[in-house]
């Protein structure tokens, strides 16, 4: 017998995750209006930038000034990701409540995404959970690679269960199990998100998939049905890591709201309003995108 929760909370990153590959600045006051769409359509939980290197992701560049302009909305936690102290000393002093960090499962990804060893980043995370801990700022962490690595191949579950476990002694609020490259499948995703619930049963996870091979909703499902109770997602779909070669988007927001819905498993958000905000999406960028749901808003298919 399949149990479903009743609800699941969408978590937001495409002003992060999913602008960060585009090769075109975007203007910042777009990705303000895209951010205000989102908390309009009811997004609880938005990755709204990162302070990080204009040299590695120039896209990012302009996080101060889009984080001056959202503020700290009511209700909604507006959160910034760093990979660094430099990027968190900045980030806090803009006035940002919640640092995303990132850690990974594979040395050669780890030295492509922020040239360190993954001994070295975690290190870096807990200098930042010293000053996360002085501002009484709230830490969570994207463990990235987690389903497997372009470059190393499949990570052996006992890798990410160490991993999950330092990340949960340094204070990480929440653990993102990240499917970077798009290499999870269903049965891969539901024994890794069992092996980690049973565990550590303390921890709070979500599940974070990219939909290169176009497994991404099924491995939502297998996500929610072994206990996630968190996804992350893109608006439209955006997204892919610069530091992953041919990465797709993530799984589309929209996608995901529908499959949960249609299951019964209520988001809170507002349909209409979160198609606009995809609409929104794709006009920013200025090309379509790869979500489902866009492209039955756009009216191409029969819905017969
Ligand atoms: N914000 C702004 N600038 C930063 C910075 C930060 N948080 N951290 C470093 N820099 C600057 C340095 O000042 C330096 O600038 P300069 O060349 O003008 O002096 C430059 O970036 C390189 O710094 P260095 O310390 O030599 O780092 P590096 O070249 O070894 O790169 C990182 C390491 C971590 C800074 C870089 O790889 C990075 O920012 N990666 C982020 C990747 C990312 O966002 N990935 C997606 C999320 S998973
Ligand atoms: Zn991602």
């Avoid at 900045?90 to 640092?99: K, M």
Wanted: glycine share 10%.
């Amino acid at each position: 017998m399949i149990s479903l929760p009743r609800s699941v909370l969408i978590r937001e990153v495409g002003l992060r995750d999913g602008l960060q590959n585009e090769k075109s600045f975007i203007a910042t006051e777009d990705k303000i209006a895209l951010a205000w769409a989102l908390t309009e359509a009811g997004l609880k939980e938005i990755e709204a930038t990162s302070f990080v290197s204009p040299q590695a992701v120039p896209q990012m560049r302009d996080a101060l000034q889009v984080v001056k302009a959202l503020g700290n909305p009511a209700g909604v936690s507006l959160s910034a990701l760093v990979v660094n102290t430099r990027g968190a000393e900045d980030a806090i002093a803009a006035g940002v409540r919640e640092l995303q960090v990132v850690a990974t499962c594979s040395e050669t990804h780890s030295a492509k995404n922020v040239r360190m060893t993954v001994e070295q980043a975690l290190a870096e995370i807990e200098a930042i959970a010293g000053l996360a801990g002085e501002h009484g700022v709230i830490m969570r962490v994207a463990l990235s690679t987690v389903f497997g690595c372009p470059y190393e191949g499949k990570i052996p579950y006992d890798r990410v269960y160490a991993l999950v476990e330092r990340l949960l002694a340094l204070g990480m609020a929440r653990v993102a199990l990240s499917d970077t490259a798009g290499l999870g499948n269903p049965l891969h995703v539901s024994e890794i998100c069992h092996g980690i619930l049973t565990r550590f049963p303390e921890g709070d996870f979500s599940l974070h998939i990219h939909d290169t091979r176009g497994m991404g909703l099924a491995c939502v499902t297998a996500g929610v049905w072994s206990g996630i109770r968190v996804i992350e997602s893109s608006i439209g779909g955006l997204g892919g890591c610069p530091f992953i070669p041919h990465a797709t988007g993530n799984i589309a927001t929209e996608d995901v709201v529908y499959l949960l819905e249609a299951m019964g498993v209520q988001t809170g958000l507002d349909w209409p309003k979160l198609l606009a905000a995809a609409l929104l999406a794709e006009k920013i960028i200025g090309r379509e995108l790869g979500s489902r749901q866009l492209a039955l808003a756009r009216g191409r298919f029969c819905v017969n």
